[in-house]
């Protein structure tokens, strides 16, 4: 399992020089440095209302991961499952479309959602 995904982002060709300019004078290793510097540190400025929000709407930040085992747990015990996630899902792929049917209410994920390709088309309607 991939702990990066690759993005893409566009950038002003001043802005592009600038961070080469910074690159160049030793401040960062190389541009992905420069970003990830600058992510890090708008994520550490609003991390007070992100922690509040995450425990606000209950999400689960990390990877979070389910079988069919624990689909059924969750059917034989009458529970619906919202899932939540800030980071990455995985619905593994021993999971029938009957199953998460019968047993996922709804998700949302912030990040990466894995799942069969037929699990995702059922469940379309209950994907945030």
């Known amino acids: 399992m991939a702990e ?4 893409t982002i566009n950038l ?4 592009l020089g600038k961070i080469d300019l910074l690159v160049e004078q030793g401040f960062y290793t190389n541009r992905t440095d420069l970003i990830r510097s600058s992510i890090r540190s ?5 991390e007070i209302s992100l922690q509040q ?12 991961v389910y079988d069919a085992t624990d689909l059924f747990k969750a059917q034989n015990s009458g529970t619906m499952l919202n899932i939540y996630v800030i980071g990455m899902l995985t619905l593994n792929n021993d999971i029938t479309p009957e199953l998460a049917r ?11 959602f894995n799942a069969p390709d037929n699990v ?4 379309e309607d209950r994907i945030q």
Do not use: A, M, W, Y
């Open 120 to 123: 995702k088309e059922t469940l």
């Open 4 to 7: 990066t995904e690759k993005i």
């Open 12 to 15: 002003g060709v001043v802005d």
């Open 42 to 46: 708008q994520l550490d400025k609003h």
């Open 102 to 112: 019968s047993t996922i209410n709804s998700i949302k994920v912030l990040g990466i």
């Open 53 to 64: 929000t995450i425990t606000r709407k209950n999400f689960v930040v990390g990877i979070l």
